[in-house]
């Protein structure tokens, strides 16, 4: 009696890659992981397998409202196991995005999502080992990392960081434990600003300091330095570093700070004084919508659509989360990314329109 597989089983090489051009991910588990951070797993609504770096993040497009909003996370999971991906979340006070994940995303329902893109990882910057220094939901790239090489390269040297405010903040703590049995060089340090005697806390309390971090990584001048975490625990690490004589070609932070949008006196200033006149002002069609505009010099691609009620899909706005990726079908545009897009994505004609600025008369499908 021969037994007839599941129509779901796949073996891998029977798969191809995730493209966020062609898939769509549909929610297989939301799990509480601490208050106010959750876990959200997604395989591909189609059969594939997924592509990336441990590190990277997507940025999710979310039914918030009637216009949709775009958050980009990054993946706690590791490439090694490459059928879903999750990211695990913190729903900080005045959350839009996240809150609407919390109350509303739930096994079986699908989500637009772009990427994985993204330099923070130690596959780009390739150390002999490495110090992960984290804060609260900051530890997600770490685990996605820490992952990876449990599963592949055990032997790695890392010294593991993670900060939080109180011991229940301290996510995935037991599974770091459990790892730490596995990497015989990992070496974990857990720090918490206070704690209360139902915790049973006996470890290191305060916040990390020039008077801490060698207790917890001796050598730490020697590593490769990964950190992320809230902007002032990722500014205190990086001031602490440079106080220590630290060399900051080594040190790496994750952030999705978007970049200011230019100052109308600034663009009048880039457009100089035959912007007045319009001339040398590139037309920029946005083929879908079927609108044309007048580009004010020095205004990006993005900035020319919101200005003429044509819809970019746009998160970070500083070319790195690679959400406002459009097709360029004819034209000439200065391109300024900071990671956002893969230069195949480049060959085949796409721009970020957050970072794109027309030097010709441009067409855009928009």
């Not at 959350?95 to 994985?116: Q, V």
């Not at 390739?126 to 090489?149: C, D, Q």
Request: charged fraction near 20%.
């Amino acid at each position: 009696m021969t037994m007839e597989m599941p129509r779901s089983f796949h073996h891998f090489d029977e798969l191809d890659p995730w493209r966020d051009r062609q898939h769509m991910l549909e929610c297989t588990s939301a799990v509480a992981e601490a208050a106010d951070v959750m876990t959200f797993t997604f395989r591909s609504d189609k059969p594939a397998w997924f592509r990336y770096l441990p590190g990277q993040f997507v940025t999710l497009e979310l039914p918030v409202s009637a216009e949709p909003v775009m958050r980009t996370y990054t993946l706690s999971s590791s490439p090694s196991r490459p059928l879903s991906v999750a990211v695990t979340v913190k729903a900080q006070p005045g959350s839009i995005g996240t809150r609407w994940m919390f109350d509303n995303l739930k096994p079986g329902m699908m989500l637009k999502a772009f990427g994985p893109l993204g330099d923070f990882s130690f596959v780009r910057h390739p150390g002999e080992k490495y110090l992960f220094i984290s804060a609260g939901s900051g530890v997600t790239p770490m685990m996605s990392m820490t992952r990876w090489m449990a599963d592949c390269a055990p032997e790695t040297d890392v010294t593991f960081i993670s900060c939080a405010r109180r011991p229940d903040d301290l996510l995935f703590r037991t599974e770091l434990e459990v790892l730490a049995r596995q990497m015989p060089r990992l070496n974990l340090g857990f720090l918490v600003e206070g704690h209360e005697a139902r915790h049973g806390w006996h470890g290191l309390r305060g916040r990390i300091d020039a008077a801490k971090l060698p207790m917890l990584a001796p050598d730490f001048m020697d590593r490769t330095v990964f950190c992320c975490g809230p902007e002032p625990f990722m500014g205190n690490v990086r001031a602490m570093l440079e106080s220590a004589g630290f060399d900051m070609a080594g040190y790496h932070q994750e952030s999705f700070q978007p970049a200011a949008a230019p100052a109308a006196e600034e663009l009048a200033i880039r457009a100089g004084p035959a912007a007045d006149a319009g001339a040398g002002a590139a037309r920029v069609t946005f083929t879908m919508s079927g609108k044309e505009a007048t580009a004010v010099p020095g205004q990006t691609i993005l900035q020319t659509a919101r200005a003429n009620g044509v819809r970019i899909g746009a998160a970070c706005e500083g070319g790195i989360c690679g959400t406002c990726r459009v097709m360029k079908i004819a034209g000439d545009v200065e391109m300024n990314h900071n990671g956002g897009i893969l230069d195949d994505e480049i060959e085949e004609g796409y721009i970020l329109a957050c970072c794109s600025r027309p030097t010709s008369d441009v067409q855009i499908e928009a």
